[in-house]
């Protein structure tokens, strides 16, 4: 036996206690089940469920009642409904662990992991140093936190410090392209390497974009991020600073895992956030009308019953009962429903508790439940209570109906109807008076604010504000404060632990302003915690990238490409130009090339014919900006036909009606010259589509191939000449609100009803918008002559408008419940634009009055030129459309000089979309000609057709031709994309449709990339599989008919949130579907033998680099829209339908991450799980709008739930490919890592 002897050992050497040894390992050994990531996994999972429940059962509650009994408890009571479609009866609940559970089971597991497996490495020096930054990162961190506290307004930035700030971001940015530049220039020798070429080439396009933009800004000095935008970049540099420091500690202690540990920080931070908002924050609002001051704030969704006590000249006594109490739930004699207290002066018996009810004026005869007080004149009624999150932020409006007792005796003092809109009742008892009232709970506050000016701005011809602003008198006799301060959307006043917002308003009062109020201490956590995340996992997967390009280097300078892949090829091109490996690809782009610019082409016309392209590129103000009439045609004609062209009857004149039997189509803006003109044609152009059968019978029609038929078919039959329709139609309304009331579904034909009456109502609001009655000189005449006879001159007037029947079609379009089209522009430019209908009075007024400030030449050559449409006149067509053309220019130029002056005051000018800009409306129009996205997908379909026949043979000829084409079409996909940015004057982002659009487009720009890393062919297979559904998705999106270009709302209307957290947020959408296209190929290609081992590989790490870049920029953006919800209405996470389904994308990737890292899958298993994640995409992009709740509400399409399952279906069905063994491996028995 081997003996040592302890005195022998070098000095310094360590003897280990074998028991402290054998505690740690016990230790160790209790808690390595809480540090397993298959705990992880599992604990994300049931997160998902959880989040899912929660989010599927506002379909029945409230929000506020979900988060609370699903979210913000231990143990959370889901339904079985929840995970059913459809609106069913509770089936029954189970106990599941809740939103707090697992968030402590996940902090236990996150702290377990850190302990065991994450060491640190520094030693020395470099640990002393480590530990230091780290603890002044943490006291930094601390400090900005702390700094959103101050008892100071912190909602503005000083003029001079935002100047100076933005000064010193245009230096950085400056800074930051040389650097840029330099870092290419020097790496420019080794571009050529497959990785570093694609990255390099990558760079070069992210520095020529910030080349530009640098030199637009220091070109353009008065171009500046507006106030709000840049407080907002200000706390996110000082979050950013802090985690900056954060990571240079974690770097020194833990090297190379530093990213991962900074981001569990700021995941761990966040989740701290939360619970602290849970517990703490409260949510009020502060209702008030001009010239009144209040220094109190009210809870909206808890009310109390006050019972206050008169006494002239002292101090009021003030006795508050609870909602709670009234409801029984906190009524020992909950069966008696009596409250009886010895601070009451009398006992409450409840006869009626309504949870939401309303009020209204009771009607003559009719019984109603108050005996006493201010209620006897009102009915109270229950109604259902609000499910999800109103859109307009609604709450449920309690009302309660109790008699009171004499407390000895128990005499009635009456019964009374309480309600929180009432006014306190008066009670006797004695000389003693009380007043009793059902309010919501107040809070007091240290200050008071005054509405001095609440002032509401809607868009161009609507009701749609685009902004509401309150400015206020701040007064704080403590600190001696007192300040105006304005208050509006996306820019909250910070006060005394209070973030102020501007909430809502009354549309029927002018003068009145909602302010929420929300006390949250901890409102600057998430700021910090994102940039500590965005910082962490930036600086992770940045260094997983630069292993990833050395690696691939290496690979391509050690093994040539055709060794290890069967189909790899050059794609840039190396071979010579002889080879028709190279001049055939390029025979095929220029093929195409060709066929683009003969489909860009304009239109021509002679001179003798008539311009009506230029008449569509007149503007007219509809949907809340000017747009082109050609947009407004195209639009129309859409949504009643679902085409832009109108397709008229067959022909067999030409050649094609001749062999194909095709019908001739004419531009979207001739049939709207058709329809405004008057012109007989009109009733025969076949452009309403209905395609229901049983529609088409009761019409006495008959069907037709494309089922459309003309106005003269539909309205003039001999049968009933349209009164059969209206009848249909109304008997259609009828049974949608009995099954409204009822809650049942409606029938499809009913559906179809009342589609097709939709149709009819725009197209004759269509009309009525453009149409007037011809007033002449010889009607004028006439009413001249009428003078005698007529009392006054205004009698006289309005004799004549119900005469020609504009007073009736003013009437009629103001009635309806969308704003029409107003194609007059006002005379002056801060005037408005006007219906044909109204100028047409204006008109008249002035002509028989002679009132100059009536005067809009306008409606004069706007009407000759109608009339020379209607007489066939092309030369006195062209002569009109061109002096309204020179008056149009003329109106531009001045409005142009008045926004340019009020560009300098504090008024709210016109948005960028709504003013008359003659190049955007040319432009607007030759776009809507060009169509590129249409034909975008028609090039994409060939490449993909291009990259299959790779599969089957000549691969690098035909994978160079598929790739070329795509990056050709690419390109055209990127300036469609800036167009539309120029036309809307908007990021890239803003509505379903410009989603779509912008998923193809980044889904493209990763499958090119990968292409170019690994040209395998595989990224041209998935260019293909992306873009064709994606702009596909967006052509039916535009079916409705409804502008892709409409105007923000006022709480999206901020260019910072736009071109941050939606932007990156639809990057998450994107590259999720990325990774999951690479898993449909995956496993299609599996199941037909078509890769080896090496191509199996590759693809698999395509699919990681994939969800990589989709957890980045998912989690990112799902937490910037976090800070726009915190920003606008006080709230960073409220659990709303769309934000769930944001997190649940989040959540799936950090599961497939978290598996494939623990091993729990491997090839086929990562591939299974990416396809699952199209289906999680899918969920939140289009199916959470499904359940018709929540503030992010809307794009709902008709067949949606059905669209979705089939979808959903189909993507499980591939997922079972994943049990199939490769065809090439020999059967063997696989272990649980499928």
């Known amino acids: 036996m081997a003996t040592t002897d302890i005195s022998s050992l070098p000095n310094g050497s360590v003897v280990k206690d074998r028991s402290e040894e054998s505690t740690w390992a016990a230790v160790r050994t209790a808690l390595l089940p809480l540090s397993s990531l298959k705990l992880t996994v599992a604990l994300f999972a049931a997160s998902l469920v959880l989040i899912l429940a929660g989010t599927t059962a ?28 459809g609106d069913l009866d509770p089936i029954f609940s189970f106990p599941y662990p809740g939103g707090w559970m697992i968030g402590a089971l996940l902090t236990v597991n996150l702290l377990a992991a850190h302990g065991l497996r994450f060491k640190v490495q520094a030693k020395g020096n470099r640990l002393l140093g480590g530990l230091v930054l780290t603890l002044v990162g ?57 990785a570093s070429s694609a990255m390099w080439w990558l760079g070069a396009a992210a520095t020529a974009i910030l080349t530009l933009g640098t030199i637009w800004l220091f070109m353009n000095p008065d ?17 950013t600073a802090a985690s900056l420091i954060l990571w240079a500690g974690c770097w020194l202690l833990f090297a190379k895992r530093a990213g991962v540990v900074l981001l569990h920080a700021g995941v761990g931070l966040m989740m701290f956030s939360e619970l602290h908002t849970g517990l703490t924050a409260v949510e009020t609002h502060i209702r008030m009308v001009e010239g009144e001051t209040v220094s109190y704030a009210e809870d909206l969704r808890t009310f109390e019953l006050a019972v206050v006590e008169n006494k002239p000249g002292k101090q009021n006594r003030e006795i508050v009962a609870p909602e709670a109490l009234l409801r029984g739930d906190e009524r020992a004699d909950a069966k008696e429903k009596t409250i009886q207290d010895d601070a009451l002066p009398f006992d409450v018996k409840v006869l009626n508790y309504y949870s939401n009810s309303t009020l209204r004026l009771a009607q ?80 007091d506050k240290p200050y008071s604010l005054k509405l001095l000016d609440f002032e509401r701005e809607t868009y161009v011809g609507t009701e749609k504000p685009k902004s509401f602003k309150s400015k206020v008198l701040l007064s704080d006799t403590e600190l001696g404060v007192e300040r105006e301060v304005s208050i509006w959307m996306n820019n909250p006043l910070r006060y005394r632990g209070d973030t102020i917002y501007q909430s809502s308003f009354d549309p029927n009062n002018e003068a009145y302003t909602d302010l929420q109020a929300v006390s949250n201490s901890g409102w600057m956590i998430p700021y910090v915690a994102c940039m500590i995340v965005a910082t962490g996992m930036l600086v992770h997967f940045g260094g997983a990238v630069l292993r990833f390009i050395r690696r691939r280097d290496k690979e391509q300078r050690a093994v040539p490409t055709n060794e290890i892949l069967d189909g790899s090829y050059e794609t840039g091109g190396s071979e010579s130009w002889s080879s028709p490996r190279m001049w055939g690809p390029a025979l095929i782009v220029a093929f195409f090339a060709f066929y683009i610019v003969g489909k860009a082409r304009p239109v021509k016309t002679t001179p003798l014919q008539m311009q009506i392209h230029e008449f569509g590129q007149l503007p007219v103000a509809y949907g809340g900006r000017v747009q082109p009439i050609d947009t407004l045609a195209r639009n129309t004609l859409r949504a009643i036909s679902l085409s832009e062209e109108l397709k008229l009857a067959e022909t067999k004149e ?49 069907p037709r191939k494309g089922f459309r038929y003309s106005i003269s078919e539909v309205f003039e039959k001999e049968a009933g000449e349209g009164k059969e329709l209206d009848r249909l139609v109304r008997e259609a309304q009828e049974a949608a609100r009995e099954a409204q009331e009822e809650g049942k579904p409606l029938e499809p034909t009913q559906k179809k009803l009342m589609e097709l009456g939709s149709k009819v109502e725009r197209l004759m609001v269509l009309i009525d918008s453009f149409s007037a009655p011809i007033i002449d000189e010889k009607v004028l005449q006439q009413a001249r002559e009428l003078m005698p006879q007529i009392k006054s001159p205004v009698e006289l007037v309005e004799r004549t408008l119900q005469i020609y029947g504009v007073t009736e079609r003013i009437a009629r379009l103001s009635g309806k419940s969308t704003s029409p089209p107003r194609p007059i522009p006002p005379a002056k430019p801060d005037g408005q634009w006007e219906l044909i209908c109204v100028a047409a009075r204006d008109y008249c007024i002035n002509q028989l009055l002679k009132l100059p400030e009536k005067e809009n030449p306008a409606f004069e050559q706007f009407q000759e030129i109608l009339a020379a449409y209607s007489e066939d006149d092309a030369p006195g067509f062209n002569a009109a459309l061109k002096d309204y053309q020179e008056l149009i220019a003329a109106r531009a130029t001045a409005e142009a000089e008045f926004e340019a002056e009020r560009a300098n005051s504090d008024e709210v000018g016109r948005k960028p979309a709504e003013r008359l800009s003659l190049a955007r409306l040319k432009f607007e129009s030759y776009f809507n000609h060009l169509s590129p996205f249409y034909y975008c997908n028609v090039l994409y379909v060939a490449a993909f057709v291009l990259a299959g026949l790779a599969l089957l043979g000549w691969s690098e000829g035909f994978n160079r031709s598929a790739n070329w084409l795509l990056w050709f079409t690419f390109g055209l996909h990127t300036i469609a994309l800036l167009c539309r940015i120029y036309i809307s004057g908007r990021p890239p982002v803003t509505n379903l449709y410009s989603s779509a659009v912008f998923i193809g487009w980044a889904g493209i720009l990763f499958a090119l990339i990968f292409e170019k890393l690994y040209r395998m062919g595989i990224g041209n297979l998935l260019a293909g599989i992306i873009a064709f559904p994606s702009l596909l998705i967006a052509y039916y999106l535009a079916e409705d008919g409804n502008d892709t270009f409409e105007v923000m709302q006022a709480v999206l209307d901020t260019q910072f949130w736009l071109a941050t957290h939606v932007v990156t947020i639809t990057l998450g ?52 829209g976090g800070l726009w919800a915190d920003d606008s209405w006080g709230r960073f996470w409220g659990w709303d339908p769309k934000e769930n389904g944001a997190m649940m994308i989040v959540i799936w990737n950090a599961i497939v991450l978290h598996a494939r890292w623990g091993k729990m899958i491997g090839e086929r298993g990562l591939a299974a799980l990416t396809v699952f994640g199209n289906i999680v995409v899918a969920w939140s992009w289009f199916g959470v709008n499904l359940l018709s709740v929540g503030l992010h509400s809307y794009g709902f399409t008709e067949n949606g739930s059905l669209y979705f399952s089939l979808f959903a279906l189909s993507q499980l069905m591939l997922m079972q ?18």
Not at 62 to 85: E, G, M, N, Q, S
Not at 177 to 184: D, G, P
Not at 224 to 233: A, D, E, T, V
């Open 1069 to 1120: 959408y994107s590259t999720t579907f990325v990774a999951g296209a690479f898993g449909l190929i995956f496993l299609v290609g599996n199941l037909f033998g078509r890769f080896n081992a090496a191509e199996r590989k590759q693809i698999t790490r395509m699919t990681y680099g994939a969800i990589c870049f989709s957890i980045l920029f998912s989690f990112v953006g799902t937490v910037l």
């Open 138 to 194: 943490c006291l930094v961190t601390f400090a900005v936190i702390r700094n959103g506290l101050d008892d100071t307004i912190r909602s503005e930035l000083s003029a001079e410090f935002c100047h100076k700030l933005w000064a010193a971001l245009k230096a950085a940015l400056g800074g930051g392209t040389l650097v840029a530049i330099y870092l290419l220039t020097i790496n420019y020798p080794s571009k050529d390497r497959s």
């Open 364 to 443: 003559p005869g009719e019984q109603v439940a108050a005996t006493a007080g201010n209620g006897q004149a009102y009915k109270l009624s229950e109604v259902n209570a609000s499910t999800g999150v109103d859109t307009n932020q609604a709450f449920d409006i309690p009302g309660v109906v109790v008699e009171l007792l004499e407390k000895n005796s128990g005499n009635s003092l009456g019964k009374y109807t309480l309600y929180p809109s009432l006014r306190p009742s008066l009670v006797s008892l004695g000389e003693q008076e009380y007043s009793i009232s059902f309010r919501p709970k107040p809070y």
């Open 1217 to 1234: 490919l994943a049990w199939l063994p490769p065809r090439e491996d020999p059967p063997v028995v696989e272990s649980a890592a499928v």
């Open 654 to 702: 030409s050649f094609s009606g001749r062999l194909f039997g095709t019908k001739k189509k004419e531009p979207a803006i001739k049939w709207l010259l058709d329809a405004i003109s008057r012109n007989e044609q009109f009733k025969d152009h076949r452009c309403l589509r209905i395609e229901s059968l049983d529609i088409i019978s009761a019409l006495g029609l008959e």
């Open 223 to 239: 171009a500046q991020l507006n106030p709000s935008g840049l407080r907002i970049l200000w706390q996110l540099i000082q979050a």
């Open 58 to 85: 506002q379909r029945h509650y409230d929000i506020w009642h979900v988060v609370k009994y699903y979210f913000r408890t231990w143990i959370a009571y889901p339904d079985l409904r929840d995970f059913l479609p």
